[in-house]
């Protein structure tokens, strides 16, 4: 079974990641994998390991490591987007004493949902509806039972430049941030090929989100934005680290994490298509975005969430995004990190646990806003 590196970063001050639009209003949905592997490759560098990093990630045909994207947590629980296919849950796993919340209940709202509640309902466990709430201002669903403030929360910031000898300032500017709660912050999983890789990069791993820790991550680094506390590992193998009741139930059902013909796999990374991946695109759920830098080439990646059928576990690669003529290769990280779903009994996700029963129940909602996975996304640092 592969091993896998749990990494935990607690921001000591404000964080912006995107868009590539140049917007100074808005951020990205969260800070996604092609960006995390550019800013890893870029500590590397800094470290004297680039030409080693590049040749077992980027240019080999199968990368021994592959990263998550950063996920929001708070306190021991960490949130990610659920699968497609299975949220919102089907109506045959919610259980409630008053029927009032199958109505009132909007599974939809979550964007971000608790790992321990996922691995409940991977492995066909009921999930009280009473005890979950959708949190509008991060979208993570919270435990309604566990009084705790928004993970996270998005702020404009504001700042002007001031001429030290006229003593006056310039036009002030502003832009979008994302601001944590003490005990809040983000988290990504690192996955090796296997035991050779785990022993020869996960020590350098460390050392590169250490200095990260510092150097900061995303945009305004020379503000001061972008910087952590200390950085929180743990080792373990994939994917008990993070889903024990499901690496138990695949280990009985057929001995091994491995994919076989047909399966669903659930990314938890932005993934490229490697040439060698089979994918049945007629199956599975999934959502596409561009991704596009400074003067490089765009593309179009499926999004975290995605759930795609394949015969085997999706690689995915490393794209040159360099434009025509530039001096080095540009390479943008589709490499996948999926887990293998398991085939989920019950009612079909059509019938929605959200429909309303009574006309108090229901809402008129607005005409739905575009996609923000629809918007391109990019930036200096999000590919190296």
């Known amino acids: 079974m592969q091993q896998a590196l749990?990494?935990?970063?607690?921001?000591?001050?404000?964080?912006?990641?995107?868009?590539?639009?140049?917007?100074?209003?808005r951020?990205?949905?969260?800070f996604r994998s092609d960006r995390l592997y550019s800013a890893v490759t870029i500590a590397m560098r800094q470290l004297g390991f680039l030409e080693e990093w590049l040749a077992v990630t980027a240019q080999a045909?199968?990368?021994?490591?592959?990263?998550?994207?950063?996920?929001?947590?708070?306190?021991?629980?960490?949130?990610?987007?659920?699968?497609?296919?299975?949220?919102?849950?089907?109506?045959g796993l919610v259980t409630t004493p008053s029927p009032v919340f199958l109505s009132k209940i909007r599974w939809k709202a979550a964007q971000f949902v608790p790992l321990t509640l996922l691995d409940s309902l991977f492995t066909g466990q009921p999930i009280l509806a009473d005890q979950w709430v959708p949190d509008a201002e991060s979208g993570c669903l919270l435990r309604r039972d566990r009084p705790s403030s928004s993970p996270f929360r998005i702020v404009i910031r504001s700042g002007a430049a001031v001429d030290r000898l006229a003593h006056?300032?310039?036009?002030?500017?502003?832009?979008?941030?994302?601001?944590?709660?003490?005990?809040?912050?983000?988290?990504?999983?690192?996955?090796?090929?296997?035991?050779?890789?785990?022993?020869?990069?996960?020590?350098?791993i460390q050392a590169a989100f250490r200095l990260l820790a510092d150097t900061g991550f995303g945009g305004r680094r020379t503000s001061g934005w972008g910087q952590t506390h200390a950085p929180e590992f743990q080792r373990g193998r994939w994917p008990n680290l993070l889903f024990p009741r499901l690496a138990r139930s695949l280990e009985?059902?057929?001995?091994?994490?491995?994919?076989?013909?047909?399966?669903?796999?659930?990314?938890?990374?932005?993934?490229?298509?490697?040439?060698?991946d089979q994918i049945d695109w007629d199956s599975g759920d999934y959502r596409l975005a561009t991704r596009a830098g400074v003067e490089t080439k765009s593309l179009r990646m499926l999004t975290e969430g995605s759930v795609v059928t394949a015969h085997s576990e999706p690689v995915g690669?490393?794209?040159?995004?360099?434009?025509?003529?530039?001096?080095?290769?540009?390479?943008?990280?589709?490499?996948?990190?999926?887990?293998?779903?398991?085939?989920?009994?019950?009612?079909?996700?059509?019938?929605?646990?959200?429909?309303?029963?009574?006309?108090?129940?229901?809402?008129?909602?607005?005409?739905?806003e575009p996609a923000r996975d629809s918007i391109s996304s990019g930036g200096p640092d999000d590919e190296f």
């Open 168 to 204: 006056r300032s310039a036009q002030v500017h502003s832009a979008a941030c994302v601001e944590f709660e003490p005990a809040s912050g983000l988290w990504s999983v690192v996955r090796f090929a296997g035991e050779p890789a785990e022993s020869a990069w996960a020590d350098r």
């Open 252 to 276: 009985q059902r057929n001995g091994s994490a491995n994919g076989h013909s047909g399966s669903q796999f659930w990314l938890l990374s932005l993934y490229s298509p490697a040439s060698t």
């Open 27 to 30: 951020v990205d949905t969260l």
């Open 61 to 91: 045909p199968v990368s021994q490591v592959a990263f998550s994207s950063l996920f929001p947590f708070q306190g021991d629980s960490l949130f990610a987007i659920p699968p497609a296919t299975a949220w919102p849950p089907s109506s």
């Open 6 to 25: 749990l990494i935990r970063l607690r921001p000591a001050g404000p964080w912006r990641y995107g868009p590539a639009d140049g917007g100074l209003d």
């Open 317 to 368: 690669a490393a794209v040159d995004v360099a434009t025509e003529g530039f001096a080095h290769p540009v390479y943008r990280s589709g490499v996948a990190l999926a887990l293998e779903l398991p085939a989920m009994e019950g009612p079909k996700l059509e019938e929605p646990v959200e429909q309303a029963s009574t006309e108090e129940a229901i809402e008129e909602q607005p005409c739905p």
